[in-house]
Structure formats: C-alpha cells, structure tokens
C-alpha cells in the first residue's frame, strides 16, 4: 500500500491550500487516516484524523477551526483544506493511514502503519 500526498504549494499568508492523501493497493474504509506535518528542525506533529466508518474528525489545537479533514469514499482519498493560512504553518505535510482496530491514540505517529510521502506547504508573510 502507497498513500499519495499532493496539492502543497507556496502562498502568502492568509491563503488556502488543499492537500489530498490516495492510497493505492486498497480500501481504508473503516480506519483512520490522518495528516501530520514536519518543519525544519522541529519534530513531526498531528493535524487532523479522519476516521472512515463513522466519519468522525480530531484535530489539534492550532488546526481547528482552520482546518477540515474529510474523506470522499468513491475517490477513496482523505483532503485537508487550509485556510487562513500562517507563516508558521510552514512545514512539509504527511498523511498517514492505520489498519489497527480498537482503541488507538490518531496523534501518535507510532499508531500509523502507512505514510505518504509529504508534500511542501510554505506560507510567507
């Protein structure tokens, strides 16, 4: 299984991005799909998680209300819109994909047995 990050860019601050996630090889209805983002020198942190069943979100605190993590199940792909958009969400973005069933903890980045491979976001002021 390979997961498909796209849609990062450059724009100023302000601005909206949408970032895309496509796993390839099958199906993740019904677990969790998450976005985390790494910036220089900084460790990886959560974004968001989706889960496909019963279609519930989870963000991190600078994320909500900015961001919005949802999933298409005929495109079997995860967007995480971005909007009002700051310097400081500047990083490279990953989404992640668990097959783990039960109780997990989605801002763990050692819960994720799958990840893309990260697309630049770069917000300038």
């Known amino acids: 299984v390979q997961l498909q990050a796209s849609g990062g860019g450059s724009v100023q601050a302000g601005g909206s991005l949408r970032l895309s996630c496509a796993p390839s090889?099958?199906?993740?209805?019904?677990?969790?799909m998450s976005w985390f983002r790494q910036a220089p020198g900084k460790e990886r942190e959560f974004v968001a998680a989706f889960w496909w069943n019963i279609r519930r979100t989870y963000y991190a605190d600078f994320s909500e209300g900015r961001f919005t993590i949802s999933g298409d199940n005929a495109r079997n792909t995860v967007y995480l819109q971005m909007n009002s958009l700051k310097p400081e969400d500047t990083a490279v973005y990953f989404c992640?994909?668990?097959?783990?069933?039960?109780?997990?903890?989605?801002?763990?980045?050692?819960?994720?047995?799958?990840w893309g491979q990260g697309t630049q976001v770069t917000v300038s002021s």
């Open positions: 090889g099958r199906t993740f209805s019904g677990r969790v």
């Open positions: 992640a994909a668990t097959l783990r069933v039960g109780s997990i903890s989605v801002s763990l980045s050692t819960t994720y047995d799958y």
